[in-house]
């Protein structure tokens, strides 16, 4: 039977209609958590490298790192294994099976011990026959599929596009939606079909796909290099296809995740700020058993995560690029507003910039209190058309949040 057609025969009259967003009560803030894959990757190698592969004891490990390191005090809440903790094959029943050396008591055993730290755990499909490592995919199986994970006590499922045709994803990602709804487990739903569709050329439907996940790729995977972190910030400072607008309260544009090594630390503020001020899930994908403090330290920045988790959920946006220095803001349910002011220049140089609110669409005539979004520390208070002067490092940001003054009684 050609694709399509199943997906038609197994969704008619099953989905409900005129709906209007997801509605699994979840999400309602950007996601935060930690997943293997930027740093773990499809390493399944426990032989030659146990303490790296992917493997119940890792994700078992970096629960207890979530857990005692500060990580989930600070908000991080999700634990997701990426690809590869499937076996080669489905059971004798075609149920989904992990790697029964790598996962030895069971996907069951594995949430439970999550659970047990206070936290949720995540996993990762595929729509299509396969998963990109080339693992048995969901294709023909996603009810079973679904029904499978909320038995496990999965409360996140990351669903990949990898091995399907591109024009099946909007009934193929609908269908898994239901059968994750018709489980009765809130289960949050990642999906990557905008950024296959765009990688074909298609313009994704960014309106039904917010009607069906939480969280949706819209670029390519990111990896942990400065130009692979900043081609990302730029691509959503140039809003492709306007999806900026579709974030909010139980669906978000997702850039993918936060990383060290690669990165020095002047660039991790880079990444910290842009993924606070695009209201993305800060999902990092990193070895906390073994992370320098300064990066501990960003990554659970109260006053960061603030901003990333503030309840009106505005993405923020890019609203001027001159040369290396692009400005971006978000407004914030308290009446404030996050500027980033971004360097990204490769030569090296620190630059300054001059601007006034006005110029950036901050126009209250009693002015603002300026503190700075990382340490909240007081700078001065500026009126709309006062100049604002800042010295930005190479590879650097500098994040103000403004609060319009109240009148003087
Ligand atoms: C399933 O969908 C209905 C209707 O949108 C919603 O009210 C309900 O909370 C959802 N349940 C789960 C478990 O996601
Ligand atoms: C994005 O929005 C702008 C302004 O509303 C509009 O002019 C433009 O055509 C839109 N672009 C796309 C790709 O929808
Ligand atoms: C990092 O933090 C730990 C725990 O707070 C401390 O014991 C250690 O000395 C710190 N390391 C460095 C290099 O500052
Ligand atoms: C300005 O902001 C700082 C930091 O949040 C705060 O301590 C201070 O009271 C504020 N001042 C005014 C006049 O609102």
Known sequence: ????????????????????????????????????????????????????????????????????????????????????????????????????????????????????????????????????????????????????????????LKFDGCFSDVRDMPIGYAAMGHFLNKTGRPIVYSCEWPLYQAFKGIKPDYAAIKETCNLWRNYGDIQDSWASMIGTVNYYGQDVDNFTQYAGPGGWNDPDMASDYSLSYVEERVQMAMWCIMASPLIM???????????????????????NQDPLGKQGAMITKNGQISIWTKPLSTGGIVVACLNQGDDGRPRKIKFTLNEIGLTKQNGYNISDAFTMRYMTVAKPNSNIVMAIDPHGVQMILAMPLRKRK
Request: glycine share 8%.
């Open 285 to 307: 994908s990193n070895d906390l058993r073994n992370i320098r403090n300064v990066s501990k330290a960003l990554l659970q920045n109260r006053n960061l995560i603030r901003i």
């Open 1 to 156: 039977m050609h694709r399509t057609m199943y997906w038609i025969l197994i969704v008619l009259g099953a989905l409900p209609v005129h709906v209007t967003s997801l509605d699994n009560g979840l999400a309602l803030t950007p996601p935060m958590g930690w997943l293997t894959w930027e740093r773990f990757r499809c390493n399944t190698d426990c032989v030659n490298d146990p303490d790296n592969c992917i493997s119940e004891k890792l994700i078992m490990q970096m629960a207890d790192a979530m857990a005692s390191q500060g990580y989930k005090d600070a908000g991080y809440e999700y634990v997701i294994i990426d690809d590869c903790w499937l076996a080669r094959q489905r059971d004798a029943k075609g149920n989904l099976q992990p790697d029964p050396e790598r996962f030895p008591h069971g996907i069951k055993y594995l949430a439970d011990y999550v659970h047990s730290k206070g936290l949720k755990f995540g996993i990762y499909e595929d729509f299509g026959s396969e998963t990109c490592g080339g693992f048995p995919g969901s294709e023909f199986h996603m009810k079973q599929d679904a029904y499978t994970f909320a038995a496990w006590g999965i409360d996140y």
